[in-house]
């Protein structure tokens, strides 16, 4: 018998072929070409999370800022309308509110000597100092390497650490329904932040109409944004209540784009849709709201 060699079936393999390498390697590049697409993605996720994590943290810190400046105290504010039944605080004074909502929305002021003004005093703050309670400061401004080996330092301006001021915010002091303007001490009140990332001062607002089934249609909108990235969730926008009148805040939690009709189905947090057909104003840029019922102070023993 001849057991030196086995039969040529039952001899085993030792390699690969050619042919199991290439597929191996079109299987491996699909892969990493996959996987390589997700980075562009999740960078821009990544981005937006942190938009939306510094809006929150602006927009809460902004509350309890307004009533440390005094805007939630009329003695230490001038408006312009004293009868309106909403106060707003915009340093960069962008929108007409004493023209578009006259006798429902005003601009305020904050009186030079702020939560020390006397009742008497009508001289407004420069707006710079406005400007600064309503700028974010978490993106710090950095000045570059000297060399490719050296490290970025933080950049100061006027002794001060530097920042980008990329987040603002708008604040606005509006009268509760069951109450009577002007604004005075001791009524209930509602005070709301919005808060926006790289603010469009060419176009802050874009005017359409909302109507009870949460559809917003849009007039004419800037020539270098689309409908979807002005109506997304977070957007701010604010219309005013027939029902009472008062000026209302809104942030959308949904926006549905109708690519056919150019309309946006919406729904608010927190607030239901109007009961008929309103003028509607979409704050472009806005990333946050936040809103508190806040009791409006009186004079203090600090004041003057």
Do not use: C
């Not at 106060?87 to 006798?103: C, E, K, M, Q, V």
């Not at 050296?150 to 006027?158: K, R, T, V, W």
């Not at 027939?242 to 690519?259: E, W």
């Amino acid at each position: 018998m001849n057991l030196g060699r086995l039969p040529r079936n039952s001899q085993r393999r030792t390699g690969i072929t050619l042919m199991e390498v290439l597929v191996s390697i079109g299987i491996l590049a699909i892969g990493l070409t996959s996987a390589m697409s997700l980075i562009p993605a999740g960078k821009s996720e990544a981005g937006k999370a942190l938009i939306y994590d510094r809006s929150a943290t602006m927009a809460m810190n902004g509350l309890s800022d307004a009533i440390t400046f005094g805007l939630t105290r009329p003695d230490s504010i001038v408006v312009s309308n004293a009868a309106a039944a909403t106060i707003i605080f915009d340093p960069a004074n962008l929108i007409p509110w004493d023209t578009t909502f006259s006798g429902t929305a005003t601009v305020g002021r904050l009186k030079a000597n702020g939560v020390l003004a006397a009742r008497t005093a009508a001289s407004p703050a420069p707006l710079e100092v406005e400007k600064l309670m309503a700028q974010g400061r978490d993106d710090i401004a950095y000045n570059p390497p000297a060399t490719a080996d050296d490290l970025p330092s933080n950049g100061f301006i006027n002794g001060i650490r530097g920042f980008e001021g990329r987040m603002t915010s708008l604040i606005a002091v509006t009268e509760a329904d069951s109450g009577t303007p002007p604004l005075t001490p001791g009524d209930l009140a509602t005070l709301s932040i919005v808060v926006f990332h790289n603010r469009d001062t060419a176009k802050p607002v874009v005017s359409g109409t909302l109507d009870s089934a949460g559809r917003v249609t849009l007039e004419t909108l800037p020539t270098d944004r689309t409908l979807k990235s002005i109506m997304r969730p977070g957007t701010v926008l604010y219309y005013t209540d027939p029902s009472t009148p008062r000026l209302r805040f809104a942030q959308l939690s949904m926006a549905a784009v109708d690519t056919t009709s150019q309309d946006t189905y919406v729904t608010f947090l927190g607030r239901p849709l109007p009961a008929s057909t309103v003028a509607v104003y979409v704050l472009t840029d806005s990333v946050g709201l936040a809103e508190r019922t806040v009791t409006l102070e009186g004079a203090s023993a600090y004041g003057q």
